[in-house]
């Protein structure tokens, strides 16, 4: 009697934020090419289905089409999360108003490496550490390369920083804000702007 295993593997080719192969073996696969390596290095037969994963269940609908943009060769992943917060959506934050956004929201803030300068009061990660990781709100401290391509979408990042972007602005269920020094008639899409203001009496207020 012949016996079938049935083996089930899940990957985002969109995440790859580190290797763990030989990479001058495999040259060819090491931007998330795991269906191509699969097709070609591997001896069995397979089915590779490209639109089950469409969807998310952790991203609002706004943080997955600015996430889309990220990769706009792979299609576009659609949210199928539906609970909403009192402030949803990507944002950018000036430095300036870092603070006072913790004061209100407390987000886990996200880094490239330790050591960018984060506030030191509140819990952080690095990029590729948060892989996998669901928070409600999240507070990004891009890089140049990250800055450069939200100002213009033409510019490149390269492989790994473009996948870690991606993995830190799917982190939140609710809000990612991204801390960005932008200029009061900068617009960049996708993102609205959060500011701290104060009252007469002392208060903070979006």
Aim: hydrophobic content about 30%.
């Amino acid at each position: 009697m012949e016996s079938t295993n049935n083996l089930l593997m899940v990957g985002d080719p969109r995440q790859v934020t580190y290797h763990t192969h030989d990479e001058q073996k495999n040259k060819a696969y090491i931007n998330g090419a795991i269906d191509k390596y699969i097709q070609e290095k591997c001896k069995t037969r397979c089915e590779i289905d490209r639109s089950t994963l469409q969807y998310s269940y952790r991203n609002n609908e706004k943080i997955c089409a600015f996430a889309n943009k990220i990769y706009p060769e792979y299609e576009a992943c659609k949210s199928k999360q539906k609970i909403m917060s009192e402030h949803d959506g990507v944002f950018l934050i000036k430095p300036c108003d870092i603070n006072g956004y913790f004061g209100r929201y407390k987000p886990m803030q996200l880094r490239d490496n330790i050591s960018i300068p984060v506030n030191i009061s509140y819990p952080a990660m690095n990029f590729g550490e948060s892989k996998g990781q669901t928070f409600e709100r999240v507070l990004i401290y891009p890089t140049k390369p990250m800055i450069d391509w939200m100002k213009d979408h033409s510019k490149k990042m390269k492989d790994q920083s473009r996948a870690k972007f991606y993995v830190a602005v799917t982190r939140a269920k609710f809000s990612t804000a991204i801390v960005f020094d932008y200029k009061d008639n900068e617009i960049i899409e996708g993102c609205d702007k959060f500011a701290v203001r104060f009252t007469h009496s002392g208060n903070s207020k979006e």
